[in-house]
T-cell receptor, first 110, second 113 residues
Framework: AQSVTQPDIHITVSEGASLELRCNYS??????LFWYVQSPGQGLQLLLK??????LVQGIKGFEAEFKRSQSSFNLRKPSVHWSDAAEYFC????????FGAGTTVTVRA | NAGVTQTPKFRVLKTGQSMTLLCAQD?????MYWYRQDPGMGLRLIHY???????AKGEVPDGYNVSRLKKQNFLLGLESAAPSQTSVYFC????????????FGNGTRLTVT
């Protein structure tokens, strides 16, 4: 069955440190891939998307993601985390139906 | 720009009561969706619409009904609320189908006691 897996439920990172959130997908062909962020009490906001082409995708708020076909992964990274990056992050994939991962909650400590 | 607006923001229902959640978008989007968000489960699609007057079932449609009488509005109804429907509900819209990024509302937190 098609699925999106985010292996980490919760990650704690120090402000200024780097962040990497993992996402794996299980699809027959490469789907369209997205990362969304959800701040408390808010809806989801698109960070970045991958359809084809360059496997390193730049998004908003200083985030980037790397698509690796061989690993069926689309991991999200940020070189230096700010306290405002504390939120829940969702990976999503779409071939004919959009599916979301369960989400990773990021806590930023001072 | 208002984007996607959901009303109400919060609601508490007793088991068996009914209610309607309203989603309105001002972006002239064709596609609209209702999701529910539960801890540890991400977002699950309840129903969706690919245009005015059309609706279709998603992953978890049981216990819900929808209507899209006007292009800008997508209504989600609970005819007889159950505690299992306690959740946060999100509406989303997009112009070109699910291959395009979704625009989300801020959610409705529903508690069924």
């Amino acid at each position: 069955a098609q699925s999106v897996t985010q292996p980490d439920i919760h990650i704690t990172v120090s402000e200024g440190a780097s962040l990497e959130l993992r996402c794996n997908y299980s699809y027959g062909a490469t789907p369209y891939l997205f990362w969304y962020v959800q701040s408390p009490g808010q809806g989801l906001q698109l960070l970045l998307k991958y359809f084809s082409g360059d496997t390193l995708v730049q998004g908003i708020k200083g985030f980037e993601a790397e698509f690796k076909r061989s690993q069926s992964s689309f991991n999200l990274r940020k070189p230096s985390v700010h306290w405002s990056d504390a939120a829940e992050y969702f990976c999503a994939a779409n071939d004919y139906k959009l599916s979301f991962g369960a989400g990773t909650t990021v806590t930023v400590r001072a | 720009n208002a984007g996607v607006t959901q009303t109400p923001k919060f609601r508490v229902l007793k088991t068996g009561q009914s209610m309607t959640l309203l989603c309105a978008q001002d972006m002239n989007h064709e596609y609209m969706y209702w999701y529910r968000q539960d801890p540890g489960m991400g977002l699950r699609l309840i129903h969706y619409s690919v245009g005015e007057g059309t609706t279709a079932k998603g992953e978890v449609p049981d216990g819900y009904n929808v209507s899209r009488l006007k292009k800008q509005n997508f209504l989600l109804g609970l005819e007889s609320a159950a505690p299992s429907q306690t959740s946060v509900y999100f509406c989303a819209s997009t112009s070109r189908g699910q291959y395009s990024p979704l625009h989300f509302g801020n959610g409705t937190r529903l508690t069924v006691t």
